[in-house]
């Protein structure tokens, strides 16, 4: 089955403790991005990359960090979370060439305490 | 600078009438736009896009029309059914180059049965 799949859903943590969330597709696609839901705010882009060793800053990029070593993982960093982090987080990816829609993961919701 | 707008958080529709969500847009670049439904604890699922040279994509029940001069597409929903109550995004891209997407915040749509 074609899929996103994100680790942890849910995690729970203390300001400063270094994270990773990762992000995993099973679908050979080139382009991967992360997201954060906020109340009122929709979804914001953090990150994005084209593909392998190609990274680039989305709209709310502060605070995080990626890497894209291999074409189907795409591991979001928090090196020292604030509570401000508190959110929503979507990963997503998609092939190229052509009108193609992006592929969401589950999500995973963090709350840095 | 929200550069895509939802300006409805929510509506409300009875069951078999047309759910009409809509959503504005800033950037005459743009040239691919999406919609995608959001269930809670679920990622969201893409539903339905437009290209920039068309103005009507049609699929089932779904239906996305695009006015480029007004900068305004609209999603309607014929006929509305209890289970498309969930949070409706819209998106928008640039296709060449980059593939960054910008999201609205969202509309809740409840079809009340």
């Known amino acids: 089955e074609a899929q996103v799949t994100q680790n942890p859903r849910y995690l729970i943590t203390v300001t400063g403790k270094k994270l990773t969330v990762t992000c995993s597709q099973n679908?050979?696609?080139?382009?991967m991005s992360w997201y954060r839901q906020d109340p009122g705010l929709g979804l914001r882009q953090i990150y994005y990359?084209?593909?392998?060793?190609?990274?680039d800053k989305g709209d709310v990029p502060e605070g995080y960090k990626v890497s894209r070593k291999e074409k189907r993982n795409f591991p979001l960093i928090l090196e020292s979370p604030s509570p401000n982090q508190t959110s929503l987080y979507f990963c997503?990816?998609?092939?190229?060439?052509?009108?193609?829609?992006?592929?969401f993961g589950d999500g995973t919701r963090l709350s840095i305490l | 600078d929200q550069q895509v707008k939802q300006n409805s958080p929510s509506l409300s529709v009875q069951e078999g009438r047309i759910s009409i969500l809509n959503c504005d847009y800033t950037?005459?670049?743009?040239?691919?736009f999406l919609w995608y439904k959001k269930y809670p604890a679920e990622g969201p699922t893409f539903l339905i896009s437009?290209?920039?040279?068309?103005d009507k994509n049609e699929d089932g029940r779904f239906t996305v029309f695009l006015n480029k001069s007004a900068k305004h597409l609209s999603l309607h929903i014929v006929p509305s059914q209890p289970g498309d109550s969930a949070v409706y995004f819209c998106?928008?891209?640039?296709?060449?180059?980059?593939?960054?997407?910008?999201f609205g915040t969202g509309t809740r749509l409840k079809v009340l049965a």
């Open positions: 997503a990816s998609r092939g190229t060439g052509g009108l193609q829609p992006q592929h």
């Open positions: 679908m050979n696609h080139e382009y």
């Open positions: 990359s084209m593909n392998v060793e190609v990274t």
């Open positions: 950037n005459s670049m743009f040239d691919y």
């Open positions: 437009i290209s920039s040279i068309k």
């Open positions: 998106a928008a891209s640039v296709q060449s180059g980059t593939y960054k997407y910008i």
